[in-house]
Protein backbone atom coordinates (compact mmCIF):
# COMPACT_ATOMS: atom_id res chain seq x y z
CA UNK A 1 0.00 0.00 0.00
CA UNK A 2 1.03 3.55 -1.22
CA UNK A 3 2.07 5.75 2.10
CA UNK A 4 1.26 9.34 1.39
CA UNK A 5 2.93 12.07 2.86
CA UNK A 6 1.55 15.72 2.88
CA UNK A 7 3.37 19.27 3.68
CA UNK A 8 2.58 21.39 5.72
CA UNK A 9 -0.39 19.89 7.68
CA UNK A 10 -1.28 23.63 8.58
CA UNK A 11 -0.23 26.68 6.29
CA UNK A 12 -1.66 30.58 7.25
CA UNK A 13 -0.46 33.23 5.07
CA UNK A 14 -1.07 36.54 3.77
CA UNK A 15 -3.22 37.70 0.46
CA UNK A 16 -0.67 37.66 -2.38
CA UNK A 17 2.40 35.25 -0.94
CA UNK A 18 2.73 32.45 -3.34
CA UNK A 19 2.04 28.81 -1.69
CA UNK A 20 3.34 25.68 -2.06
CA UNK A 21 2.55 22.39 -0.86
CA UNK A 22 4.37 19.02 -1.03
CA UNK A 23 3.33 15.24 -1.15
CA UNK A 24 5.65 12.59 -1.00
CA UNK A 25 4.40 8.67 -1.63
CA UNK A 26 6.40 5.53 -1.72
CA UNK A 27 5.47 3.52 -3.96
CA UNK A 28 5.52 4.22 -8.17
CA UNK A 29 1.96 5.33 -9.27
CA UNK A 30 0.36 5.68 -12.62
CA UNK A 31 -1.53 9.06 -11.91
CA UNK A 32 -1.24 11.77 -8.57
CA UNK A 33 -4.86 14.23 -8.22
CA UNK A 34 -4.51 17.28 -6.23
CA UNK A 35 -8.33 17.90 -4.95
CA UNK A 36 -9.48 20.52 -3.31
CA UNK A 37 -11.92 20.30 -0.10
CA UNK A 38 -14.28 22.81 0.90
CA UNK A 39 -15.34 23.63 4.17
CA UNK A 40 -18.70 21.88 3.66
CA UNK A 41 -17.07 18.85 2.78
CA UNK A 42 -17.43 18.65 -0.70
CA UNK A 43 -14.51 17.74 -2.92
CA UNK A 44 -13.36 19.36 -6.50
CA UNK A 45 -10.41 17.78 -8.55
CA UNK A 46 -8.02 20.47 -9.13
CA UNK A 47 -5.12 18.65 -11.75
CA UNK A 48 -4.68 15.03 -12.50
CA UNK A 49 -0.90 14.20 -13.13
CA UNK A 50 1.24 11.79 -14.53
CA UNK A 51 4.45 13.26 -15.28
CA UNK A 52 5.25 17.04 -15.90
CA UNK A 53 3.08 20.41 -15.22
CA UNK A 54 -0.11 21.19 -15.47
CA UNK A 55 -1.65 24.60 -15.08
CA UNK A 56 -4.62 25.75 -14.37
CA UNK A 57 -5.41 30.28 -13.69
CA UNK A 58 -3.55 30.45 -10.48
CA UNK A 59 -2.19 26.97 -9.71
CA UNK A 60 0.41 24.90 -11.12
CA UNK A 61 1.07 21.31 -10.34
CA UNK A 62 4.19 19.66 -10.82
CA UNK A 63 5.15 16.10 -10.50
CA UNK A 64 8.49 14.27 -10.29
CA UNK A 65 8.03 10.49 -10.94
CA UNK A 66 11.99 9.36 -10.01
CA UNK A 67 11.75 11.52 -7.07
CA UNK A 68 8.20 10.28 -5.74
CA UNK A 69 7.18 14.21 -4.84
CA UNK A 70 4.89 16.58 -6.10
CA UNK A 71 3.76 20.30 -5.59
CA UNK A 72 1.14 22.09 -5.68
CA UNK A 73 1.39 26.13 -6.47
CA UNK A 74 -0.87 28.97 -6.10
CA UNK A 75 0.55 32.30 -6.88
CA UNK A 76 -1.26 35.44 -5.95
CA UNK A 77 -3.05 33.70 -3.62
CA UNK A 78 -6.59 35.07 -1.77
CA UNK A 79 -8.85 34.10 0.56
CA UNK A 80 -11.51 32.00 -1.57
CA UNK A 81 -8.04 30.18 -2.19
CA UNK A 82 -8.59 28.80 1.86
CA UNK A 83 -9.47 25.15 1.95
CA UNK A 84 -8.14 21.78 2.21
CA UNK A 85 -5.69 21.04 -0.33
CA UNK A 86 -5.51 16.38 -0.70
CA UNK A 87 -2.94 14.76 -2.54
CA UNK A 88 -4.35 11.10 -3.78
CA UNK A 89 -2.33 8.69 -5.75
CA UNK A 90 -3.31 5.85 -7.76
CA UNK A 91 -1.13 2.65 -7.77
CA UNK A 92 -3.29 0.36 -9.35
CA UNK A 93 -4.86 -2.84 -8.50
CA UNK A 94 -8.55 -1.70 -9.16
CA UNK A 95 -10.33 0.60 -6.74
CA UNK A 96 -8.38 0.40 -3.74
CA UNK A 97 -5.48 1.13 -5.57
CA UNK A 98 -6.12 4.86 -4.45
CA UNK A 99 -4.28 6.18 -1.50
CA UNK A 100 -5.48 9.76 -0.10
CA UNK A 101 -3.22 12.02 2.10
CA UNK A 102 -4.08 13.49 5.04
CA UNK A 103 -4.78 17.16 3.94
CA UNK A 104 -2.96 20.56 3.76
CA UNK A 105 -5.43 23.02 5.38
CA UNK A 106 -4.45 26.25 3.95
CA UNK A 107 -5.74 29.55 5.15
CA UNK A 108 -5.02 32.78 3.42
CA UNK A 109 -5.76 36.12 5.50
CA UNK A 110 -6.66 38.92 3.83
CA UNK B 1 -17.63 15.16 -16.61
CA UNK B 2 -20.24 14.46 -13.38
CA UNK B 3 -22.12 16.32 -10.98
CA UNK B 4 -23.19 14.47 -7.50
CA UNK B 5 -25.84 15.78 -5.89
CA UNK B 6 -25.94 14.30 -2.01
CA UNK B 7 -27.98 14.20 0.74
CA UNK B 8 -28.21 14.91 3.84
CA UNK B 9 -25.46 17.24 4.00
CA UNK B 10 -25.17 17.23 7.84
CA UNK B 11 -27.22 15.61 10.29
CA UNK B 12 -26.85 15.22 13.99
CA UNK B 13 -27.60 11.60 15.42
CA UNK B 14 -28.58 9.77 18.20
CA UNK B 15 -26.01 6.90 19.16
CA UNK B 16 -27.86 3.60 17.90
CA UNK B 17 -30.04 5.04 15.21
CA UNK B 18 -28.85 4.33 11.68
CA UNK B 19 -29.40 7.35 8.87
CA UNK B 20 -29.20 6.72 5.24
CA UNK B 21 -27.03 8.50 2.51
CA UNK B 22 -27.94 9.28 -1.28
CA UNK B 23 -26.05 9.83 -3.91
CA UNK B 24 -27.33 10.53 -7.43
CA UNK B 25 -25.42 10.88 -9.83
CA UNK B 26 -26.43 13.43 -13.61
CA UNK B 27 -25.21 11.00 -15.78
CA UNK B 28 -24.74 6.58 -16.14
CA UNK B 29 -21.43 5.20 -14.41
CA UNK B 30 -20.28 1.87 -13.80
CA UNK B 31 -19.12 2.42 -10.48
CA UNK B 32 -19.56 4.04 -7.50
CA UNK B 33 -17.72 5.15 -4.59
CA UNK B 34 -18.46 5.18 -0.81
CA UNK B 35 -15.88 6.90 1.54
CA UNK B 36 -15.22 7.95 4.72
CA UNK B 37 -13.27 10.87 6.01
CA UNK B 38 -12.76 10.67 9.71
CA UNK B 39 -11.92 13.80 11.67
CA UNK B 40 -7.95 14.70 10.78
CA UNK B 41 -7.58 11.71 8.80
CA UNK B 42 -7.66 10.79 4.91
CA UNK B 43 -9.84 9.59 3.13
CA UNK B 44 -10.88 5.93 3.48
CA UNK B 45 -12.71 4.00 0.64
CA UNK B 46 -15.69 2.01 2.49
CA UNK B 47 -16.80 -0.26 -0.43
CA UNK B 48 -17.55 -0.04 -4.02
CA UNK B 49 -20.54 -0.24 -5.52
CA UNK B 50 -21.55 -1.54 -9.10
CA UNK B 51 -24.90 -1.58 -10.03
CA UNK B 52 -27.33 -5.26 -10.61
CA UNK B 53 -24.42 -6.72 -7.89
CA UNK B 54 -23.45 -6.64 -4.49
CA UNK B 55 -21.35 -3.92 -2.55
CA UNK B 56 -17.74 -4.74 -2.02
CA UNK B 57 -16.05 -3.67 0.71
CA UNK B 58 -13.11 -3.28 2.29
CA UNK B 59 -11.09 -4.44 4.78
CA UNK B 60 -12.55 -3.20 7.78
CA UNK B 61 -15.77 -2.14 7.03
CA UNK B 62 -19.12 -4.88 6.86
CA UNK B 63 -22.44 -5.18 5.11
CA UNK B 64 -24.45 -5.18 8.34
CA UNK B 65 -22.87 -1.90 9.54
CA UNK B 66 -22.79 -0.23 6.27
CA UNK B 67 -25.09 -1.71 3.75
CA UNK B 68 -24.94 -0.28 -0.03
CA UNK B 69 -28.01 -0.02 -2.70
CA UNK B 70 -26.86 0.84 -6.26
CA UNK B 71 -30.50 0.21 -8.02
CA UNK B 72 -29.49 1.84 -11.51
CA UNK B 73 -26.59 2.95 -12.94
CA UNK B 74 -27.34 6.92 -11.38
CA UNK B 75 -27.85 6.28 -7.78
CA UNK B 76 -27.23 4.72 -4.53
CA UNK B 77 -27.42 5.04 -0.93
CA UNK B 78 -25.18 4.07 1.87
CA UNK B 79 -26.86 3.61 5.40
CA UNK B 80 -24.75 3.94 8.35
CA UNK B 81 -26.11 1.72 11.11
CA UNK B 82 -26.74 1.80 15.01
CA UNK B 83 -24.31 4.50 15.44
CA UNK B 84 -22.02 5.51 17.82
CA UNK B 85 -20.08 8.30 18.61
CA UNK B 86 -16.99 6.82 16.20
CA UNK B 87 -18.91 6.88 12.99
CA UNK B 88 -18.73 10.74 13.22
CA UNK B 89 -17.03 11.34 9.92
CA UNK B 90 -17.66 13.34 6.31
CA UNK B 91 -19.32 10.64 3.79
CA UNK B 92 -18.44 11.19 0.21
CA UNK B 93 -19.55 9.13 -2.40
CA UNK B 94 -17.68 9.18 -5.75
CA UNK B 95 -17.04 8.15 -9.47
CA UNK B 96 -14.70 8.70 -11.68
CA UNK B 97 -15.08 10.00 -15.53
CA UNK B 98 -13.38 6.26 -17.09
CA UNK B 99 -10.30 4.86 -15.40
CA UNK B 100 -8.13 5.16 -12.64
CA UNK B 101 -5.32 5.92 -15.15
CA UNK B 102 -7.22 8.47 -17.45
CA UNK B 103 -10.13 9.69 -15.83
CA UNK B 104 -10.62 12.60 -13.42
CA UNK B 105 -12.26 12.05 -9.78
CA UNK B 106 -15.96 13.55 -8.97
CA UNK B 107 -17.05 13.69 -5.29
CA UNK B 108 -20.31 14.87 -3.85
CA UNK B 109 -20.91 17.57 -1.54
CA UNK B 110 -19.66 15.00 1.23
CA UNK B 111 -22.41 14.55 4.39
CA UNK B 112 -21.19 15.21 7.57
CA UNK B 113 -22.54 13.18 10.11
CA UNK B 114 -22.14 13.91 13.89
CA UNK B 115 -23.46 11.25 16.40
CA UNK B 116 -24.36 12.00 19.74
Known amino acids: KNEVEQSPQNLTAQEGEFITINCSYS?????LHWLQQHPGGGIVSLFM???GKKKHGRLIATINIQEKHSSLHITASHPRDSAVYICAVYSGGGADGLTFGKGTHLIIQP | SAVISQKPSRDICQRGTSLTIQCQVD?????MFWYRQQPGQSLTLIATANQGSEATYESGFVIDKFPISRPNLTFSTLTVSNMSPEDSSIYLC?????????????FGEGSRLTVL
Open chain 1, 49 to 51: LSS
Open chain 2, 94 to 106: SVESRDRVSGELF
Open chain 1, 27 to 31: VGISA
Open chain 2, 27 to 31: SQVTM
